[in-house]
């Protein structure tokens, strides 16, 4: 997992620490899965991803129309067949961006109990 590719700084007490998979971890509760990262120094957890079933199932399908797109780039596809599959893959993302403001809520939510 390379999410990052530089260390990043804690908010909270300024430590600087690089994100391998030892730092991320993830709750489950209910629907909903929180993806975190959390500061060796202080413990502090901070939110990366939060997903409930709907968003999984729009990650996926993300993917397999971005799959489609870049085999319809390599084999030259019709205008029409590449501006479908765009088409697809920009409605896949609106509906993510109007999604995550609500989980992003419910994730920082989660992760506050925890602490
Ligand atoms: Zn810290």
Redesign the pocket.
């Known amino acids: 997992m390379s999410l990052f590719d530089k260390p990043v700084d804690?908010d909270?007490?300024?430590?600087q620490f690089i994100v391998d998979d030892s730092r991320i971890g993830s709750i489950k509760k209910d629907d909903l899965e929180v993806q975190y990262l959390s500061?060796p120094?202080?413990?502090?957890k901070f939110l990366i991803f939060v997903s409930d079933a709907k968003m999984r199932s729009l990650v996926e399908r993300r993917k397999a129309i971005q799959a489609k797109i870049k085999v319809a780039h390599a084999k030259r596809f019709t205008e029409r067949t590449f501006k479908k599959y765009m088409r697809e893959y920009n409605r896949i993302k609106k509906e993510q961006e109007e999604m995550m403001p609500a989980l992003r809520a419910a994730g920082e939510k989660i992760l506050q109990e925890v602490k």
């Open positions: 804690c909270e007490c300024g430590a500061c120094s202080c413990g502090a």
